[in-house]
């Protein structure tokens, strides 16, 4: 038939080694992660291979153990507040740096993308010496404040990425029908690119999840997280403990990703549906 494309034989072969090497280069990058799963559920104190037995105590004291559960409350609460005010403030300036004629788009784009090619140590010194005057240290609201300049920059490429295929004719349209420009972002730009919007705000809160340098610079011990708390027991007594603390990080990642992905999934599904009707 014309059109249709029959490959070679080197063909054929090129192909399949492309997919064994992708699958090579995959399992390297997560056969470590799947190392920890099973040290997870191992009766030992010790991380060992093979596994003695198994076991749920490790997640019991993950569960239970004062400590860890005072991490994870602060881990929470900190990955949300940061992942609300990156997103917030990440959307409002990829929607600004998205207009025609911004001025000086490039030097203003290179000030939010500072914070990425910034070392982490660097920015954490200079945080630290910025909110000690003020009180920010030893509080959540300095942490929230120092991960959101973290976090921005990701939500910024992420709904930029986004809005870079966005037809802004759409948006005067409406408003040449009478919607405020604030109906106009809520009722049209904001349905089309809410996905990038979920897509920033999940980076945000792993990029909060991850963090632990600014948090020995800013945190004090009412405001340990659960990365602080990793990095403690790394420090002082490896406890199979944080295998445990790993593997529910390493479900809620894929839980997250997996909820972006259905979600674009959906959306794409819905906006073909309404091109086919229209």
Known sequence: MTGQYYPTVLGRVLRAMLWLLSLAVLFFLVSPLLA???????????????????????YED????????????????????????????????????????FPFKRLVTSFFILPIVMPTIVLAVATYFAFAPIGLTNSLVGIILAHTTLAVPFVVVTVGATLSGFDQNLVRAATSLGATPIRAFFKVTLPLVFPGVVSGAVIAFATSLDEVVMILFLAGPDQNTVPRQMFNGIKYFLSPTITAVATTLIVLSVLLLAAVGALRARVSRHYATVGESS
């Open 62 to 101: 993950f569960l239970f153990n004062p400590e860890w559960t005072l991490a994870f409350r602060n881990t929470f609460i900190v990955g949300t507040s940061t992942a609300v005010l990156a997103t917030t403030l990440g959307t409002l300036a990829a929607l600004g740096l998205s207009r025609d004629g």
């Open 36 to 58: 920890i799963i099973p040290l997870s559920l191992t009766s030992s104190s010790f991380l060992q291979y093979p596994i003695p037995s198994y076991s749920f105590r490790w």
